[in-house]
T-cell receptor, first 111, second 116 residues
Framework: DQQVKQNSPSLSVQEGRISILNCDYT??????FLWYKKYPAEGPTFLIS?????DKNEDGRFTVFLNKSAKHLSLHIVPSQPGDSAVYFC??????????FGTGTRLQVFP | DTGVSQDPRHKITKRGQNVTFRCDPI?????LYWYRQTLGQGPEFLTY????????KSRLLSNRFSAERPKGSFSTLEIQRTEQGDSAMYLC??????????????FGPGTRLTVL
């Protein structure tokens, strides 16, 4: 049973435009959500997070939105840059502190 | 570099052999996690430690897998009698756990295991 889902395996966006990556979850007990970025042959790199008591968190070009009633979160990257091309994982923290990851979305930013 | 380090980065072994991986967390972090990632999937939780205590183990961690963190610093993950299904990227992460306050987990570069 996939508790964290990223239904879009890939996304292609032109440089300078907005990238929107989506994530859905099923467990209402998750209290913290994170986005990680991963390049091939490297470990995931922490990008941005949001507590379940908030609905928005912003850090530079990256903004995460949380809609608890819909059990949905999204990552917005504005403006997108070629260096943003990577696989993005959504993750949720459960009550035992472990992270539950989605299957990832491959973002490609083209010139 | 004060990030999480893992050794080796790559390991190729024959089915039935034992392998051991090492993880050195960020020095002030008291929590250490092991995850496994297979192709096309996100990382899956295996186990985690707070200091030297192993607090949780996933059902993915069969009795062929054992993890230790003897002095609350580095950790080892051993797989006995490896099987081809064990081929994956093994990721280590660490965080500073302070009660219920959450701090992000930072990942190492991973150890890629190939079982022939």
């Amino acid at each position: 049973d996939q508790q964290v889902k990223q239904n879009s395996p890939s996304l292609s966006v032109q440089e300078g435009r907005i990238s929107i990556l989506n994530c859905d979850y099923t467990n209402s007990m998750f209290d913290y959500f994170l986005w990680y970025k991963k390049y091939p042959a490297e470990g995931p790199t922490f990008l941005i997070s949001i507590s379940s008591i908030k609905d928005k968190n912003e850090d530079g070009r990256f903004t995460v939105f949380l809609n608890k009633s819909a059990k949905h979160l999204s990552l917005h990257i504005v403006p997108s840059q070629p260096g943003d091309s990577a696989v993005y994982f959504c993750a949720a923290r459960d009550h035992t502190d472990k992270l539950i990851f989605g299957t990832g979305t491959r973002l490609q930013v083209f010139p | 570099d004060t990030g999480v380090s893992q050794d080796p980065r790559h390991k190729i072994t024959k089915r039935g052999q034992n392998v051991t991986f090492r993880c050195d967390p960020i020095s002030e972090h008291n929590r250490l996690y092991w995850y496994r990632q297979t192709l096309g999937q996100g990382p899956e939780f295996l186990t985690y430690f707070q200091n030297e205590a192993q607090l949780e183990k996933s059902r993915l961690l069969s009795n062929r897998f054992s993890a230790e963190r003897p002095k609350g610093s580095f950790s080892t993950l051993e797989i006995q009698r490896t099987e081809q299904g064990d081929s994956a990227m093994y990721l280590c992460a660490s965080s500073l756990g302070q009660g219920t306050w959450y701090n992000e987990q930072f990942f190492g570069p991973g150890t890629r295991l190939t079982v022939l």
